[in-house]
């Protein structure tokens, strides 16, 4: 795996959200409100103190989901950066989660909405933002709405040093054949965040042996069933980014009961992945 700066490791907030307990659900729809709630409990730590624990675990790099900031303030915003900073924390990614730019009738308020997180991006010293593609049915009107908006948005994003990325989730983009078309159509304007978890098995891997190429980031998240981690589901993943020649950080998503601490599952899923990628050149000179 190539030298990646503060490691190939990253972690997002989604992985603590029973630590962080709270969330604040931003949207562009009016009826909603981002006012505090508390889905997972009250939780037991701040987003203040994330990178601090992400630190202290040896991890380098961070993503955080929008309904985990608090306040979208200047002030709070340069306090989360000065917290990133004083752990040597690098902010790979804000996860802008909620929008749709393949919605006939909210298109055009979502994408407008959507590109307002390139500033808060910026002010928090995020290299990315990663924005839904679309929830609607991949029929060619659709798909062909998703990239003229999502086009705008990554003309929003020039000169800002913020990379717009989207990811293979959602209706929109339920296989390679609607994923590829929409990144030929879109001409490297914005990237891909391949994750590992959104596409069912068995399809999924080949799937993501097609995609992966394209990725410049990776969400790593494993399965777990009543005996833990699915090895064999996170190894079979892992090997088609491998065929692929992804060669990005990986962030550890951890989504399971099955560790009261979250702590837990994110390191196993690291120590895995460490693990594969020992042998991994071994295999490929076999």
Known sequence: MQALQNGPFAVSTWSLHRMLGATYPHS????????????????????????????ER???RLEVCSFHLPSLDASYLAEFRDALKASNILFQTLLV????????????????????????????????????????????????????????????????????VTENW???LPSPKEMNWLLDELDGKIGLNGD????????????????????????????YNASGLDAADYRHCLEMCEKAGYA???TLIY????????????????????????????????
């Open 196 to 223: 590992l978890g959104n596409w069912a098995a068995p399809a999924k891997y080949e799937g993501l042996a097609n995609i992966m190429r394209r990725a410049e980031i990776c969400h790593a998240k494993a399965e």
């Open 58 to 60: 040896g991890l380098g």
């Open 28 to 55: 562009p729809d009016p009826q909603k409100s981002a006012a505090r709630q508390e889905p997972y409990g009250r939780g037991t730590v701040s987003l203040l103190e994330v990178p601090r624990m992400l630190a």
């Open 97 to 164: 989660e909620d929008g749709d730019p393949s919605n006939p009738e909210t298109a055009e308020r979502d994408i407008g909405w959507i590109a307002g997180w390139i500033d808060i991006a910026k002010a928090l010293g995020a290299e990315r933002i990663r924005v839904i593609a679309g929830k609607q049915q991949p029929n060619e009107e659709n798909l062909a709405r998703s990239a003229r908006h999502l086009k705008w948005l990554a003309g929003q994003a020039e000169g800002s040093g913020v990379r717009v």
């Open 248 to 250: 990005g950080p990986y």
């Open 255 to 286: 989504d399971s009961p099955f560790f009261t601490d979250e702590w837990d599952g994110i390191l196993l899923q690291k120590r895995f992945i460490e693990e594969f990628l020992e042998g991994a050149p071994a295999r490929r000179t076999a």
């Open 170 to 172: 959602f209706a929109l």
